[in-house]
């Protein structure tokens, strides 16, 4: 009966209490308050790649535009319940002191848990490169600054986070301290410059794309779905991660969102960040933001760190984190057009949606309730738990296959044999999870029949 990860605190081993463990052996400091975690899911909820991505809220892909309070209401459904499938995850790594991965041990059993494992550190690598590809577009995109060449902004981007991901819990503090507020002043900034402006009236509109622009906000949030807990694992209780975590980001997307669509509407022919560098004094403002990317990048960088940790358990994540980071960084030098790699990461991302449905049924209703949630490494194997997540990645496929050509033709395919065409009712992410759910409540049953 293993609640928690198995944990030795010699004086070798143990890290400073201050600061994140070594080891994943190692026992978590619960250090983190509540504004700890609402100012670092805050600032998570800002991006550059938000306000230029608006666009899938305002005019969802095959549907005319939404008119704006359709798109504000699905930005705001779509937001929050994401988040609180993802708050979901990262409570169960709060209770039982383990990262995303590591968690799942409990789930699958310590060896089939490298296989979402091994997805996650190939799509955080990836995003990892992704977010140094755009603070160099930001850097770009500032007056005076295309005479820097891009080598230099990529390794300077990349050894920022890196030296962040080493000192991840200090450099939580650090955004609550100082970058939060100013990253609060530059969105109401440029909030109250672009409303100096009047909107202007859409023509075309329509709510027929309504579910489908939920859908695409949803996914957003769920995307840090499988590196919660490697945070909220930090803090000092379950409620205060959960509620950090689902209202600092919900409200922060939300406005990052709202500011992209009000720019889209204004200059629907410009690029955004043009837009926004356009408003008096808009550089300085900007600079902010170019600045607050790090810590994406920094998420991504120490996630991958931890999800390695969950194969190599005793490798110190400092090592760990460096070598990730020195990787993101080698790539992102060579790397300059993401586009098509990006929609590939949001396939792999994809498989988390149904992933966290399983986790929460199980932890909160089934071996989690009962005490049985074993993180040892010798966790045996649970193959029946794979079923429900593949059940739950079917259905999100069938109903979204995203946008690799390749892959997207095939499931056509099977819409076609399944006589199931998307339309305005689709929602991939709650289809998706409510079906892996539902399959995981039934296995547990079961479980509890057998075991009573």
Same mark, same amino acid.
């Given at each position: 009966m293993n609640h928690a990860m198995t944990t030795t605190t010699t004086p070798a081993e143990a890290a400073p209490a201050a600061e994140a463990p070594l080891h994943l052996t190692t026992e978590a400091p619960r250090t983190l308050s509540f504004s700890d975690q609402a100012a670092f899911w805050a600032n998570l909820g800002v991006s550059l790649i938000g306000f230029s991505s608006a666009a899938v809220i305002l005019i969802p892909t095959g549907y005319s535009p939404l008119p704006v309070p359709a798109s504000l209401l699905a930005l705001a459904l779509g937001t929050v319940v994401g988040m609180m499938m993802t708050a979901l995850a990262g409570v169960v790594g709060t209770r039982t002191g383990a990262p995303a991965m590591a968690v799942l041990r409990g789930l699958f059993g310590t060896k089939l848990s490298w296989l979402p494992s091994l997805a996650n550190i190939f799509q955080l690598i990836g995003w990892g490169v992704y977010e140094i590809t755009v603070i160099v577009q930001g850097v770009d995109a500032m007056p005076h600054t295309h005479g820097i060449p891009r080598p230099l902004v990529v390794l300077a981007a990349g050894a920022l986070c890196t030296s962040m991901a080493i000192w991840p819990l200090a450099v939580l503090r650090v955004l609550r301290k100082y970058?939060?507020?100013?990253?609060?002043?530059?969105?109401? /900034?440029?909030?109250?410059?672009?409303?100096?402006?009047? %909107?202007?009236? =859409?023509?075309?509109?329509?709510?027929?794309?309504?579910f489908p622009a939920v859908d695409a906000a949803l996914a957003l949030s769920v995307s840090f779905l499988p590196m919660a807990a490697d945070y909220m694992r930090h803090a000092r209780s379950s409620r205060q991660a959960?509620? @950090? @975590?689902?209202?600092? /980001?919900? %409200?922060?997307?939300?406005?990052? /969102?709202?500011?992209? %669509?009000?720019?889209?509407? =204004? @200059?629907?022919?410009?690029?955004?960040?043009h837009t926004m560098l356009g408003v008096t004094a808009g550089w300085l403002f900007f600079l902010v933001l170019v600045l607050r990317e790090s810590d994406q990048s920094f998420a991504n960088v120490y996630s991958t760190a931890m999800s390695i940790q969950n194969l190599l358990p005793r490798v110190d994540r400092r090592i760990l984190a460096g070598g990730v980071g020195a990787l993101v960084t080698v790539i992102a030098l060579f790397v300059h057009d993401l586009g098509g790699f990006a929609n590939f990461l949001g396939l792999i991302g994809s498989v988390f949606v149904p992933l966290a449905a399983v986790l929460g049924v199980d932890y909160f209703l089934g071996r989690g309730r009962q005490g049985r949630w074993d993180l040892t490494e010798r966790s045996p194997a649970r193959p029946a738990m794979l079923l429900p997540w593949a059940l739950g990645f079917v259905v999100y496929q069938v109903l979204n296959p995203g946008s690799v050509d390749w892959w997207a033709h095939g499931w056509m395919h099977v819409q076609d044999w399944l006589h199931v065409h998307p339309g305005w009712w689709a929602s991939a992410s709650l289809y998706s999870f409510a079906a892996a759910a539902l399959a995981t409540g039934a296995i547990v049953a079961l479980d509890r029949r057998r075991t009573a």
């Open positions: 970058v939060t507020g100013a990253v609060a002043v530059a969105m109401l /900034y440029f909030t109250v410059q672009l409303l100096r402006n009047p %909107i202007p009236h =859409q023509t075309g509109t329509s709510w027929s794309g309504f959960g509620g @950090a @975590a689902v209202l600092g /980001y919900s %409200i922060t997307q939300f406005w990052c /969102y709202a500011i992209g %669509i009000v720019a889209l509407l =204004q @200059a629907p022919d410009a690029d955004v960040f």
